[in-house]
């Protein structure tokens, strides 16, 4: 029998979880408004690169989930018996001073798909708690090593690194970590690779060198022995699919050998193919001493995160005072955790899925550009399987100048059209307060999936021409 509270009087399912959620469900990142009169969107199942609710209704899960669905959503059975093999055997044990075969294989195997040398695998179970084991371990690393003033951290500005309070002060997003100040003392903000609005005769060239110069001059006003390490993320998400230009990435090795200070490739997002290669760092070339991962290493199928690093970073820790990585969780590298990410990446190794994402993305790519016809769209950006529409009222300024405020315009108008159009993907406005559209799908994304996607982001960019020009 099922127990319902007594103030709530469902006249169906639908009603009861409508307002069984209301009032028990605390969401993440979810306006007031949905816990009033709004109505929840309640999903019920997938297949492939789609989702459908309770009524029936089909959508295009256009953000992989929250870009972390990389196989889609039709191998539930398959990581399912994966998961329930190893729930038989050993349910549960921990990795303090113990292991177990799940988490021995599969730091194996991520180690093998790392860029070289990185061959350390610390498992967690998010983003954010990747992001905050780093940060432990840099500190721990140049403790070790005597250097007691290296404290401080840099990172990207609008860059987003997690809801953890050590990782909410790496974020750039100051629109959600400024209420929770102060944070973590003695994290510092650079600029980020967004190229677009950057003066138009400014070469790829003089922008790396802006961006280098930027950063080594702010290590140098903050005194290099001081600075502990730098969190970029190879593919910045937030502000919009923000890609490295060219020499960046040699750059930034560079100025972090040059001054002691440990570089950290945040690949929460970009890891497990969501660029073509297993992690983004390879694809650009970055050689960071410590790479954060989660969301793609098991598709979403069930939290799992982790770090990997070297035996160069890793040696003064183990050799030193503490004789230990002083840092632990009770989930990290759970063995149905670890047991699901092996089934994740053989079924990827199997279907070719980072092959999928090679041989698509540039017609991907092709697609999206020919939206800029659109008077509305100002710049497409992105690579793989993860773009960015940037949205504008006046090309030639690259600004939203329209009477309409894009924070309005996008929650009344623009995200509303798209939901109705079967697309869910992310609709947003960015700190400098222009409209964006991010997609970033399963890996499994076919050709003819692109091509529907791309037109109903036709129709939709279509029906928004009467909010004014100029």
Known sequence: MTIVE???VPTSKTDELQALAKKHLLMHFTSATYYESAPLTIMS???GCWVWDEFGNRYLDGLAGLYCVNVGYSHGEEIGEAIKAQMCKLPYFSNWSFAHEPSIRLAAKVASLAPPSMNRVFFTSSGSESNESAMKLIRQYHLARGDHAKTKFIARRVSYHGTSFGALSLNGMTNIRNIFEPLIPGVRHVSNTKRYKRPQDESEAQFTAFLLNEIESLIIQEGP???????IEPLQNAGGSLTPPAGYADGIRHLCDKYGVLLVADEVICGFGRLG???GSIRYGIKPDI??????????????GGMITSDAVMEPILNGPQQMFLHGLTYGGHPAACAAALANIEIMEREGVLNNVR???AYFRAKLEELKAHAIVGDVRGDGYHYSLELVTDKANRSWTSAVPSTEFVATRLAPALFKSGLLCRAAVDHEGTPLIQVSPPLILSLEEIDWLVARLDVVLGQQIEIGFD
């Open 6 to 8: 007594k103030d709530i």
């Open 45 to 47: 199942r997938g297949e």
């Open 225 to 231: 022995d001081t600075v502990a390490g730098l969190f």
């Open 277 to 279: 290669e297993w992690f």
């Open 291 to 304: 790479i954060t991962f989660a969301k793609g290493i098991a598709s979403g199928y069930i939290p799992l």
């Open 359 to 361: 041989r698509n993305q």
